[in-house]
């Protein structure tokens, strides 16, 4: 069926000038994708017979010697090994991070003293770069999984507690009072106003923080470690093994990638009346 | 005699701006009796939506009392319906969940199909058919407006407070619904404060009408409307006795509505 649509556009194109054809073929959806296809399989070309003439080998390896690394984890079991840590990593601490960071959201927009008292502590330390945080979990959880989730927990739960916290403060007045005004319970209120209130809110949150979950488990991985992407990545690196730090990044893209891509979904399907 | 429902005694509203108190609503008496229909009618700004919200517990007066039925509303007024001028539709919930939504509160417990059968003659009554699972945003103003009338009346509170129901609707659907509360109300069994900047709609409607002055509002006149009742909405402008109130009420009115818009 997409064959029939791209004849089409080419002949309608035949009678225009080759420039203006080319741009109609971009704009249609299946063009779009052909050409992001030929970009990458264009730069692939490009790196895999550049490596080892004008391009470092040791440095840049080639997409081939990738690829078959990848391949060699993947048949060992290795990858699999590595990638299971990575995502409890950050599975676990985003789970943690993001259910304590909406708890304490909700209690702080809720409990506005509390909040007045609370905010520069909460401040300072929303400031403090996560990643200094990171030796002190080793020293204290030690090099295992604990202190990577502990490291992604403290950073998910900041972003998910201040959007939650916005979300609240945004929530119309007009209608909570609406509804208490009708005979609402403080709980009603709560579960029929507030919770889907600040689902955007929540969603956006946590659309964001899929992102910085994975640099904090990668990163916890990195600094201390024996398993892991990022462990995997520090190891080959200190081997000299640039391609094996290449399959790293590619798994870790592809991984970030998909959850992304689940969580805007589950977003799309949770707000549908805001289109 | 019986004490009124709603009974503002020098009720008065400042709202507080860049630190100095703006008067909106001047020492006003107003009362409004059981089962009686009182429309509020004035320039924009007067502080007639003030009144409602005070009636309502939505804030205290600055000064003077708001009482409802002899008591002080001291927090919100759970007693009345308040259909506010803006509406407060939830915007993830469609048409019908939001018209359900007073019925799902444990105050109100009922089962499920009666819940359903309540929504759908309100549905029916407001003319939203085919309409059920639309999000607001996806309603016209006019369509949000009888979605929010609807939750109002679904659950059948004693005392409605409505704040320009009506406003968005084209004549001929005004006229429909005017007919459609008359039959729930007109019967003496709800007590309506009613804000409204269509005299007529007024006239037809109520047994009484206030005029308010320009801002800040207070009571400038009290009209009883001595057309019988049962009235037929539509028809009942075309007597003299009405068209004798419009011309009265009008004279009141206009200079009020010049001087807010001098203002
Ligand atoms: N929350 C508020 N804060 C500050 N000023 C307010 C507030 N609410 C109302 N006012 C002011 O009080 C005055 C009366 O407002 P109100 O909404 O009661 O007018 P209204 O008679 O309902 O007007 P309209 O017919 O345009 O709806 C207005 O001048 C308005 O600017
Ligand atoms: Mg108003």
């Known amino acids: ?275 | 005699m019986t004490s009124p429902v709603i009974e503002l005694k020098n009720a008065s509203k400042d709202f507080e701006q860049g630190g100095r108190a703006i008067p909106a609503l001047a020492p006003t008496g107003l009362n409004v009796a059981n089962h009686e229909f009182v429309a509020l009618v004035g320039p924009s700004g007067c502080g007639k939506s003030t009144v409602l919200n005070m009636v309502a517990g939505l804030f205290p007066p600055s000064g003077g009392q708001v009482l409802y039925e002899g008591e002080l509303v001291a927090d919100l007024n759970r007693r009345v319906g308040y259909m506010t001028q803006k509406d407060t539709l939830l915007p993830w919930r469609t048409t019908a969940a939001n018209i359900a939504a007073p019925l799902e509160l444990a105050c109100r417990a009922m089962p499920r199909s009666e819940r359903d059968d309540r929504v759908a003659r309100m549905i029916e009554l407001v003319g939203l058919k085919g309409f059920e699972n639309h999000y607001p945003g996806e309603l016209s103003g006019g369509m949000r407006k009888r979605a929010a009338l609807a939750r109002m009346l679904v659950y059948d509170p004693d005392t409605l407070l409505m704040d320009e129901p009506f406003g968005a609707l084209d004549a001929q659907l005004k006229l429909v619904m005017h007919e459609e509360l008359q039959r729930i109300v007109g019967d003496g069994r709800k007590t309506v404060l009613f804000v409204t900047h269509d005299l007529g709609e007024a006239i037809a409607l109520a047994d009484r009408v206030v005029v308010f002055t320009s801002r800040p509002g207070r009571v400038k006149k009290v009209r009883e409307i001595e057309l019988e009742r049962p009235r037929n909405v539509y028809r009942v402008r075309f007597e003299t006795a009405f068209g004798d109130l419009h011309e009265e009420l009008w004279n009141e009115l206009k200079d009020e509505v010049r001087k807010g818009t001098d203002a």
């Open chain 1, 1 to 275: 069926m997409s064959g029939t649509t791209t004849d089409e556009v080419s002949m309608t194109g035949e009678s225009a000038a080759p420039g203006e054809t080319l741009c109609k073929l971009l704009l249609h959806p299946a063009g779009t994708n052909a050409a992001r296809a030929l970009v990458v399989i264009m730069m692939l070309a490009f790196w895999e017979f550049g490596s080892g003439r004008f391009l470092p080998h040791v440095w840049l390896s080639s997409p081939s010697v990738i690829g078959v690394k990848l391949w060699s984890w993947i048949a060992d079991g290795s990858l699999g090994m590595h990638l299971v840590a990575t995502l409890s990593a950050a599975g676990f601490g985003y789970a943690l991070g993001a259910l304590s960071g909406v708890a304490s959201g909700l209690v702080l927009g809720l409990l506005p003293r509390v909040e007045r008292v609370a905010s520069p502590f909460v401040v300072a330390l929303y400031a403090l770069p996560k990643v200094a945080l990171a030796p002190f979990f080793v020293i204290f959880l030690g090099i295992g999984l604990e202190s990577k989730v502990a490291l992604v927990a403290v950073t998910v739960y900041f972003l998910l507690l201040y959007n939650t916290l916005d979300g609240v403060r945004d929530l119309d007045r007009d209608l909570t009072d609406a509804f208490r005004l009708m005979g609402a319970t403080r709980s009603e209120v709560a579960r029929h106003v507030l919770l889907p209130g600040i689902q955007p809110w929540i969603y956006s949150g946590l659309r964001i923080a899929v992102r910085y979950a994975f640099t904090a488990a990668v990163l916890g991985e990195l600094i201390a470690s024996n398993q892991g992407i990022g462990y995997l990545i520090e190891s080959s690196a200190g081997h000299y093994n640039s391609s094996g730090v290449f399959a790293g990044v590619f798994v870790l893209v592809v991984c970030s990638v998909i959850s992304t891509e689940l969580i805007t979904r589950a977003e799309r399907a949770a707000l549908r009346w805001q289109r």
